[in-house]
């Protein structure tokens, strides 16, 4: 087998993958774009080369051998982003979990790195592929040397040999560097020869081959003025094409044997896509063999028939689902374990005993669980009320362990020491495949869990209180779980069909646009086809194409959306999209997920994902239903109250998170604001413009509220100049006027950061942790994302507190006033309940007073509220 190397251009092909693909994140709030980007392209190389040998070259810093030829070598580029400095060490954690090298040397850029083991390649009899972003690369190129360079996308590639470089400039490789000598390259800022671009460069050289030879035959250019330019600047050429050579000479300490390829650590790989948030990629690859751990067998009972006496004292007890979707689920069997031993319960022998139901539905009887909303749940569909549960295993490892998410019950006991339990994979299969085995291999798997129960609850009790976390766990994290028990069992009422008049409408109103887009381009075509859409706008059209992929013209949205001022077409396209995705996503959506009898819909309220302390909604994601578009908003109309006599409530806090910015910097002019109940923004862009409140007009306004809650998620210079259209010099000058004119917040800022460079963690209000290792990391980019993470969790997370607080404090409002109102949702700031008209009076005077008291601010806490016959109404 012919020995293959692949070198490939670390910072190019990461800088290309950032700009490439929009923002994308994972659930720490950490950017991934890059990284996505990069590993896309990785995969791609390592499946089309199978190289036997593989290396990634980096810079290592600003400063090269080049600078002593001319300061300003590079000197026209910006500062990187932050939100891509922080993605370049994990693009070198895939690296090693792919067992790839890399390498970088002070002084030196990567393309000389490349350049040298290029060389020392062909010379070994080696096929070399080179990948980059930067054309510079292609004078490399020769019989035994391709450079593969990326276009506008990320994985759509343009391959320079020596015949496609003649094809496309009529020079050979070695040529490049002439070219770039003459007519310089503004991304490095080589100066070139003033006036020279790549047409009358190639011109130049097809005639004279080199700059030397332009250079002592000047007046055989054809072209005065040409002859004076290249007279004047003879020694910008040469110098210019002196920086635009890549160096293959570099002094390295490593031979090319080293840097041969062999496989991935898939186990380190699953462990990155997983931290990633890379679940596509995830799907594609085998799950992890789990650890050869000894497992000691529980000692447990088989409980057929249940007495009195199994039941005498407070007991750990674990429910077993059948299958993940617990709203659709049937239950296993339970396990209990308490002081008289811990025993297995099959599921029917559970449901046909009055003792066991006396026993679950009996308040004193303490229990312990493992996610006690699931549990609740579980029991609720087979008539049972589970009442004195005191403690949940699952909320308690999530409140101490917030950036960890187990997927199961061996998961969570792993994290606390304990590796007996076996992987529910292990014993029930995965995916598809999950069944339920012999009765007798789950019994004791069951049993094992109800007895860790207990072991556990003693491990997390002990850190809680040591966290100073029992207030938050007993106070607001268990009840919550209870209260969100209810609101899932309840569920919200949909008219199915005005869910089905409005995809009649929504079907209609596509055709209507189909034909305009129809008519704009001249021809019919299927408009969800990226292929015959790009062929539309870039060729029939003539519209500038933004960037390509490998299947032709990318039509992704923000392609179109940069084309949107060129054409009336475009506008008309994304359109299309945005109700097209309403009718498939939303309308036919929620249809499939309505309970047939009831026509209601139970979301999933997620209590242990976020590291903030935010609550989320899956299957279906109701805190997501798109209301940009006056059609998403409509979507709203389809929930209404479970029966006439009743109106959808919705109540939400104003501007929570800037509150409790208020509230923690101790800002005073922040604090006014809020106490003389002034609009905000204005009053932010009064400050930092320096003009009169008066004077704000909608583009100050506009500016300003972008910067205040920017400020809350711990926002740079290139993300404002992003969503504000702005450079990023005007964007750094705004933040820098904005925190001289609130001096509280500047100081909160760097105070924050240096408490949780002391103690590891920032906390809310209420004593959530979250844990911030990257704050004292050496690398700047991690711990420039841990400062900022530091900034703004406290935020989140306080306002994430305070509805949960609110949400409790309605609930015993509710009980206490004997009032027929549910809390149906709970959606970011917002909390919606379904009303009897005659409770209407008192939910307005009620709601707002207790969500406006759940905590004590030095700003008052301000609830909106609004009702109707459906949601849409209600807002």
Same mark, same amino acid.
């Given at each position: 087998m012919k020995k293959k190397i692949v070198l490939i251009d670390?910072?190019?092909?990461?800088?290309?993958?950032?700009?490439?693909?929009?923002?994308?994140?994972?659930?720490?709030?950490?950017?991934?774009?890059?990284? #996505?980007?990069?590993?896309?392209?990785?995969?791609?190389?390592?499946?089309?080369?199978?190289?036997?040998?593989?290396?990634?070259?980096? *810079?290592?810093? %600003?400063?090269?051998?080049?600078?002593?030829?001319?300061?300003?070598?590079?000197?026209?580029?910006?500062?990187?982003?932050?939100?891509?400095?922080?993605?370049?060490? $994990?693009?070198?954690?895939?690296?090693?979990?792919?067992? &790839?090298?890399?390498? @970088?040397?002070?002084?030196?850029?990567?393309?000389?790195?490349?350049g040298t083991l290029s060389l020392q390649a062909e010379k070994d009899d080696f096929e070399v592929k080179i990948y980059s972003g930067d054309k510079d690369l292609t004078q490399l190129a020769s019989e035994a040397t391709t450079v593969c360079i990326t276009r506008k996308g990320i994985t759509d590639i343009e391959v320079y040999t020596p015949a496609h470089i003649e094809e496309k400039y009529g020079l050979t490789p070695e040529q490049i560097i002439d070219m770039k000598g003459l007519m310089g390259d503004s991304s490095d800022n080589i100066p070139g020869v003033p006036? +020279?671009?790549?047409?009358?460069? !190639?011109?130049?050289?097809?005639?004279?081959?080199?700059?030397?030879?332009?250079?002592?035959?000047?007046?055989?250019?054809?072209? %005065?003025?040409?002859?004076?330019?290249?007279?004047?600047?003879?020694?910008?050429?040469?110098?210019?094409?002196?920086?635009?050579? &890549?160096?293959?000479?570099?002094?390295?300490d490593f031979s090319l044997s080293s840097l041969q390829y062999n496989e991935p650590d898939n186990e380190k790989v699953y462990e990155l896509f997983k931290e990633l948030g890379f679940n596509s990629l995830l799907e594609k690859l085998d799950r992890p063999a789990e650890e050869a751990a000894i497992r000691e067998k529980v000692s447990y009972e088989f409980a057929a028939e249940l007495k009195e006496e199994l039941f005498n004292d407070d007991s750990s007890f674990y429910l077993e689902m059948i299958t993940e979707n617990y709203h659709h689920a049937d239950v296993a069997g339970f396990g209990l374990s308490g002081q008289s031993g811990t025993y297995f319960i099959p599921a029917e022998a559970a449901f046909q005993s009055a003792v066991f139901k006396a026993w679950a539905e009996d308040e004193t009887k303490k229990k312990s669980v493992y996610d006690a909303k699931r549990t609740v749940i579980g029991l609720r569909r087979r008539g049972i009320e589970l009442k004195g549960i005191d403690f949940d295993i699952w909320l308690a490892s999530y409140l101490l362990n917030p950036s960890e998410s187990p997927e199961d019950f061996a998961a969570v006991a792993k994290l606390h020491g304990m590796q007996t339990i076996q992987s529910d994979e292990a014993v029930y299969g995965k995916g598809a495949k999950r069944k339920l085995p012999e009765e007798a291999e789950y019994a004791e798997h069951i049993a094992s869990k109800a007895a860790a129960v207990e072991e556990l609850k003693t491990i997390c009790l002990k850190e809680l209180e040591e966290n100073q976390q029992l207030e938050l766990f007993y106070e607001l994290e268990l009840p919550l779980a209870l209260i969100l028990a209810d609101m899932e069992s309840e569920g919200v009422q949909v008219d199915v069909e005005r869910l089905k008049e409005m995809g009649e409408e929504l079907k209609s109103k596509l055709a209507g646009i189909e034909q305009t887009i129809h008519a704009l381009a001249g021809t019919e075509f299927n408009i969800n086809s990226p292929k015959q859409l790009g062929t539309i706008l870039f060729e029939k059209l003539g519209l500038p194409p933004v960037k390509k992929t490998k299947t032709g013209y990318s039509t992704s949205a923000d392609v179109l959306e940069k084309l949107a001022p060129s054409h009336e077409i475009v506008e008309h396209i994304l359109t299309y999209r945005q109700l097209g995705k309403l009718q498939s996503t939303y309308i036919e959506g929620l249809l499939k997920v309505a309970d047939p009898i009831t026509h209601k819909i139970h979301?999933?309220?997620?209590?242990?994902?976020?590291?903030?302390?935010?609550?989320?909604?899956?299957?279906?994601?109701?805190?997501?239903?798109?209301?940009?578009?006056? @059609?998403?908003?409509? !979507?709203?109309?389809?929930?209404?109250?479970?029966?006439?006599?009743?109106?959808?409530?919705?109540?939400?806090?104003?501007?929570? @998170?800037?509150?409790?910015?208020?509230?923690?910097? *101790? *800002?005073?002019?922040?604090?006014?604001?809020?106490?003389?109940?002034?609009?905000?923004?204005?009053?932010?862009?009064?400050?930092?413009?320096?003009?009169?409140?008066?004077?704000?007009?909608?583009?100050?306004?506009?500016?300003?509220?972008?910067?205040?809650?920017?400020?809350? #998620?711990?926002?740079?210079? $290139?993300?404002?100049?992003?969503?504000?259209? &702005?450079?990023? =010099?005007?964007?750094?000058?705004?933040?820098?006027? $904005?925190?001289?004119?609130?001096?509280? +917040?500047?100081?909160?800022?760097?105070?924050?950061?240096?408490?949780?460079?002391?103690?590891?963690?920032?906390?809310?209000?209420?004593?959530?942790?979250?844990?911030?290792?990257? &704050?004292?990391?050496?690398?700047?980019?991690?711990?420039?994302?841990?400062?900022?993470?530091?900034?703004?969790?406290? !935020?989140?997370?306080?306002?994430?507190?305070?509805?949960? =607080?609110?949400?409790?404090?309605?609930?015993?409002?509710?009980?206490?006033?004997?009032?027929?109102? =549910?809390?149906?949702?709970?959606?970011?700031?917002?909390?919606?309940?379904?009303?009897?008209?005659?409770?209407?009076?008192?939910? =307005?005077?009620?709601?707002?007073?207790?969500?406006?008291?759940?905590?004590?601010?030095?700003?008052?806490? %301000?609830?909106? $509220?609004?009702?109707?016959?459906?949601? #849409?109404?209600?807002?």
């Open positions: 670390g910072n190019s092909v990461a800088y290309r993958a950032f700009f490439a693909l929009p923002l994308l994140s994972n659930s720490k709030g950490m950017h991934t774009n890059a990284v #996505y980007g990069f590993t896309m392209m990785l995969l791609k190389v390592l499946k089309e080369e199978n190289p036997t040998h593989l290396l990634v070259a980096f *810079d290592a810093g %600003k400063t090269t051998f080049r600078h002593k030829t001319y300061d300003e070598y590079k000197g026209g580029r910006q500062k990187t982003p932050p939100e891509l400095s922080e993605q370049f060490p $994990y693009i070198r954690e895939l690296l090693k979990a792919y067992g &790839i090298a890399q390498y @970088e040397l002070e002084n030196y850029e990567a393309d000389d790195i490349i006036g +020279v671009g790549e047409k009358t460069a !190639i011109k130049l050289l097809k005639q004279f081959d080199t700059v030397e030879k332009l250079l002592a035959s000047i007046g055989e250019v054809s072209g %005065k003025k040409l002859q004076e330019k290249l007279e004047e600047h003879q020694d910008l050429a040469v110098m210019s094409k002196e920086l635009a050579t &890549i160096l293959r000479e570099v002094p390295m979301t999933r309220f997620n209590q242990a994902l976020t590291q903030t302390g935010r609550l989320s909604s899956t299957e279906p994601n109701l805190q997501n239903i798109p209301i940009r578009l006056e @059609e998403g908003r409509k !979507i709203r109309q389809a929930f209404v109250p479970s029966n006439n006599d009743s109106v959808i409530f919705a109540a939400d806090y104003s501007q929570i @998170e800037l509150r409790v910015l208020a509230h923690i910097a *101790d *800002d005073e002019k922040l604090i006014e604001a809020f106490l003389h109940d002034l609009d905000i923004h204005t009053a932010t862009a009064a400050d930092v413009f320096h003009v009169s409140q008066e004077e704000v007009d909608s583009n100050m306004r506009r500016q300003a509220k972008a910067v205040n809650f920017g400020i809350v #998620y711990g926002i740079s210079d $290139y993300g404002l100049s992003q969503s504000l259209g &702005i450079t990023r =010099k005007d964007a750094g000058i705004f933040i820098d006027r $904005y925190l001289q004119s609130y001096p509280g +917040v500047k100081e909160y800022m760097e105070s924050i950061v240096r408490q949780a460079k002391e103690k590891g963690f920032v906390t809310t209000l209420l004593q959530r942790r979250r844990y911030i290792p990257e &704050i004292t990391s050496r690398n700047f980019n991690l711990r420039s994302f841990g400062e900022r993470t530091a900034m703004n969790t406290p !935020i989140q997370g306080s306002a994430a507190d305070i509805i949960k =607080k609110a949400m409790i404090d309605a609930a015993e409002m509710l009980e206490k006033e004997n009032l027929a109102s =549910k809390l149906l949702l709970q959606v970011h700031d917002e909390l919606i309940f379904e009303v009897p008209k005659a409770e209407i009076e008192t939910m =307005k005077r009620l709601v707002p007073e207790v969500m406006e008291q759940a905590v004590e601010l030095k700003v008052p806490l %301000k609830v909106d $509220y609004s009702y109707g016959p459906t949601w #849409y109404d209600a807002k």
